[in-house]
Nanobody, 123 residues
Framework: QVQLVESGGGLVQAGGSLRLSCAVS????????MGWFRQAPGKEREFVSA????????GYADSVKGRFTISRDNPKNTLYLQMNTLVPEDTAVYYC????????????????WGQGTQVTVSS
């Protein structure tokens, strides 16, 4: 079993930055494709970014491309999401997710999920 715990969320002004972390336990994070999703109030959970096991491949939603950077530190069993130039539309609960096989952009393609961390961007 894999446990995921997000941290690093908070309140930030538009134009600011935050770095989210996702601590992985139970299994080596190097075995998993990792992803970030977010869910705003009244909206469905949406894909933000994903990274392959060894970090060689990444993917981003168009809405965050050029502003967000996903990375992983396998020895530390941690996933990161650096978020720059934040805008109010980035306000959401951010979730990290893991799967052994699927490098996907839908929630169905990830087996394990964290509880989420709130990001609020004020205008």
């Amino acid at each position: 079993q894999v446990q995921l715990v997000e941290s690093g969320g908070g309140l930030v002004q538009a134009g600011g930055s935050l770095r989210l972390s996702c601590a992985v336990s139970g299994r080596p994070v190097s075995s998993y494709i990792m992803g970030w999703f977010r869910q705003a109030p009244g909206k469905e959970r949406e894909f933000v970014s994903a990274i392959r096991q060894r970090g060689g491949g990444t993917g981003y939603a168009d809405s965050v491309k050029g502003r967000f950077t996903i990375s992983r530190d396998n020895p530390k069993n941690t996933l990161y999401l650096q978020m720059n130039t934040l805008v109010p539309e980035d306000t959401a609960v951010y979730y990290c997710a893991a799967d052994r096989d699927r490098f996907g952009r839908t929630t169905y393609e990830y087996e394990y999920w964290g509880q989420g961390t709130q990001v609020t961007v004020s205008s």
